[in-house]
């Protein structure tokens, strides 16, 4: 049977993932789901391991695997992505900037 952490970071991709689904390949779906859901799985571990008081692991489950999911997609995108040759979206997720 699945260790428990596992699955739960298997159903934390769904929010890796989601919002840069249709701007990246399956493929590139597929990569971005294992790495952001990897990264949500350490990042739970090392909050149980800590004395943070996050009861529903809420930033290591959308934070950190949003975050992964964000950075990725801005690597990955089919139009604009760094993969492509085009660092401006890579540049806009990394360095927001303020206002508009």
């Known amino acids: ?3 428990p952490n ?3 970071s298997l159903w934390v991709r769904i929010a890796d ?3 840069g689904a249709g701007y ?3 493929a590139a779906s597929i990569v971005i789901g294992v790495v952001a859901s990897g990264a ?3 990042a ?3 909050t149980s391991k800590s004395t943070l008081d ?3 692991d809420g930033f290591p489950c959308h934070g950190v695997g949003g975050l992964a999911g964000m950075v990725l997609t801005a690597i990955f995108a089919r139009e604009g992505g760094l993969i492509t040759g085009s660092p401006d979206l890579f540049l806009k997720h990394i ?3 303020s206002g508009s």
Do not use: E, G, K, Q
């Open 1 to 3: 049977m699945l260790d």
């Open 6 to 8: 596992v699955l739960f």
């Open 17 to 19: 993932d989601t919002p």
């Open 24 to 26: 990246v390949s399956i």
């Open 40 to 42: 949500s799985s350490i």
């Open 44 to 46: 739970v571990h090392w």
């Open 54 to 56: 996050d009861t529903l």
């Open 95 to 97: 360095w927001p900037r």
